[in-house]
C-alpha cells in the first residue's frame, strides 16, 4: 500500500494559520499525530517580540513553531505542564521572570518551582493559543515553516534581533536557578 504523500510546505502552513484554538481544548482536539504546531498570542503579550499576524484573527500573532511525534502529548503533557520538557516553557519563563516572579529550582535540569509551573500553565491559558498541522516527518517541514513563518521565540532555523532577545532570556531563567548543586 502507497502511503498519501506528505503536504507541500504551504498545505502546512495553511494548516497551522487555519484555528487557533484554546490550550483547554487541546487534549479533546489535538491528534495523537506527528506533526507541527504553532503557538499564538494578542500583540499586547511580550510586545518587543514581533511576530506574523494571523491574518484572520486580528488579535493573534505568531509566536513559537515546534514539532511533535504525537501532537496531543507534545502539547498537552510537555508544554502545558513541566518547564523540564518544553523550550517555549522556559523560553517564555524566562521572558517573564521578573514580571510573574517565576522561581526556578535544579532537578537534574532547571525547572519551575511546582506552583510556578502551574501559574505559567495558567497564564499560558489566558494568554495563548495553538494550532497544528499533522504531518508524518514533521522535522522535513519544520525548518522552512520557521524561515517562512519568523516565529519570534524560535532560535533553531531563526535570524534577526529578536533571536539574542530570546537567548538572554532562556540565559536568565538557567541562571535563575543559581548554580548546579
Known amino acids: 500500500m502507497v502511503s498519501p504523500a506528505p503536504p507541500p510546505i504551504e498545505a502546512v502552513i495553511?494548516?497551522?494559520?487555519?484555528?487557533?484554538?484554546?490550550?483547554?481544548?487541546?487534549?479533546?482536539?489535538a491528534p495523537s499525530a506527528p506533526g507541527i504546531y504553532?503557538?499564538?498570542?494578542p500583540p499586547a503579550i511580550?510586545?518587543?517580540?514581533?511576530?506574523l499576524p494571523h491574518p484572520a484573527v486580528?488579535?493573534?500573532?505568531?509566536?513559537?513553531?515546534?514539532?511533535?511525534t504525537k501532537l496531543r502529548a507534545r502539547l498537552a503533557s510537555n508544554h502545558l505542564r513541566r518547564s523540564g520538557s518544553s523550550t517555549l516553557r522556559r523560553t517564555?519563563?524566562?521572558?517573564?521572570?521578573d514580571?510573574?516572579?517565576?522561581?526556578?529550582?535544579?532537578?537534574?535540569?532547571?525547572?519551575?518551582?511546582?506552583?510556578?509551573?502551574?501559574?505559567?500553565?495558567?497564564?499560558?491559558?489566558?494568554?495563548?493559543?495553538?494550532?497544528w498541522c499533522e504531518h508524518p516527518s514533521p522535522r522535513d517541514v519544520e525548518a522552512d515553516v520557521i524561515r517562512a513563518l519568523r516565529?519570534?521565540?524560535?532560535v533553531d532555523h531563526a535570524s534577526g534581533p529578536t533571536t539574542q532577545v530570546v537567548k538572554a532570556a532562556r540565559r536568565r531563567y538557567y541562571d535563575s536557578a543559581g548554580s548546579r548543586p
Do not use: C, F, H, K
Not at 516565529?151 to 524560535?154: T, V
Open 14 to 29: 495553511d494548516a497551522l494559520i487555519d484555528n487557533p484554538v484554546r490550550t483547554e481544548d487541546v487534549r479533546i482536539l
Open 38 to 41: 504553532a503557538w499564538w498570542a
Open 46 to 51: 511580550l510586545p518587543g517580540l514581533p511576530g
Open 58 to 68: 486580528p488579535d493573534l500573532r505568531l509566536l513559537y513553531v515546534g514539532l511533535a
Open 92 to 97: 517564555l519563563a524566562g521572558l517573564l521572570l
Open 99 to 131: 514580571e510573574q516572579e517565576y522561581r526556578t529550582r535544579w532537578t537534574d535540569r532547571v525547572v519551575l518551582v511546582d506552583d510556578d509551573e502551574a501559574r505559567l500553565t495558567e497564564w499560558m491559558g489566558e494568554n495563548l493559543r495553538v494550532s
Open 151 to 154: 516565529p519570534p521565540l524560535n
